[in-house]
C-alpha cells in the first residue's frame, strides 16, 4: 500500500482524534473510508461488491438426508400442495 502524505487544518485533525478515540480506529483507517466514500459518490471507484451469504434457516425440514435425497425431499414435500 503506497503513503500519501496531506496537511489538514487544526479543526478536522481535532475531530479525526475525537471519532478515532470514540470508535477505536486509526486515523489511517478512518481517512482511507472517507476518501474511499467521497471517491465512489463522485464516480471515480466502484461500490465494493457484497459477498454472498446464505443463513441457515430457523427451522428446517426434518430431514436429515435432503442434501442427498433432494428430488425424492422436494417430490415428498411438494406433493402435499398439488390440487387436483
Known amino acids: 500500500m503506497q503513503q500519501v502524505t496531506i496537511e489538514l487544518p487544526t479543526t478536522i485533525i481535532k475531530a479525526l482524534a475525537a471519532y478515532n478515540q470514540?470508535?477505536?480506529?486509526?486515523?489511517?483507517d478512518t481517512v482511507q473510508t472517507a476518501i474511499e466514500s467521497f471517491l465512489i459518490a463522485k464516480g471515480y471507484l466502484s461500490k465494493p461488491k457484497k459477498s454472498f451469504h446464505l443463513s441457515?434457516?430457523?427451522?428446517?425440514?426434518?430431514?436429515?438426508d435432503a442434501s442427498i435425497n433432494h428430488d425424492a425431499v422436494l417430490a415428498e414435500i411438494t406433493a402435499c400442495f398439488y390440487i387436483d
Open 22 to 28: 470514540e470508535h477505536k480506529v486509526s486515523s489511517s
Open 56 to 64: 441457515p434457516a430457523p427451522k428446517g425440514s426434518g430431514y436429515t
